[in-house]
């Protein structure tokens, strides 16, 4: 079993940055690969990053590309997101998933029916 724990979310002006990290436990994070998702009160679910088991591969949603990261480091077993430029239409419950991987798999995964694994969330949000 697989548990998953964002932390680093906040309040944060226009224009400001924050970090968000995923902690993984009771399984090594490198059998997973693993996505980042938001959800904004009163709209659906919405694909943010991925990446791929050993973290060579990643993808971005287009409304984040060029302005977020993600990353992980298996030896931490901690995923990341890296969020620059915020603007207040970023304010969502952010949350970490997780899928189990073949060994060589680069794949990334963008929907979240493709994830077998949630953490909680943790709030962002952007004031303008």
């Known amino acids: 079993q697989v548990q998953l724990v964002e932390s680093g979310g906040g309040l944060v002006q226009a224009g400001g940055s924050l970090t968000l990290s995923c902690a993984v436990s009771g399984r090594p994070s490198s059998s997973y690969a693993m996505g980042w998702f938001r959800q904004a009160p009163g709209k659906e679910r919405e694909f943010v990053a991925a990446i791929s088991r050993s973290g060579g591969s990643t993808y971005n949603a287009v409304s984040v590309k060029g302005r977020f990261t993600i990353s992980r480091d298996n030896t931490k077993n901690t995923m990341y997101l890296q969020m620059n430029s915020l603007n207040p239409s970023d304010t969502a419950v952010y949350s970490c998933?997780?899928?189990?991987?073949?060994?060589?798999?680069?794949?990334?995964?963008?929907?979240?029916?493709?994830?077998?694994?949630w953490g909680q969330g943790t709030q962002v949000t952007v004031s303008s």
């Open positions: 998933a997780a899928v189990r991987a073949q060994y060589y798999s680069s794949s990334t995964y963008s929907t979240a029916g493709d994830y077998d694994y």
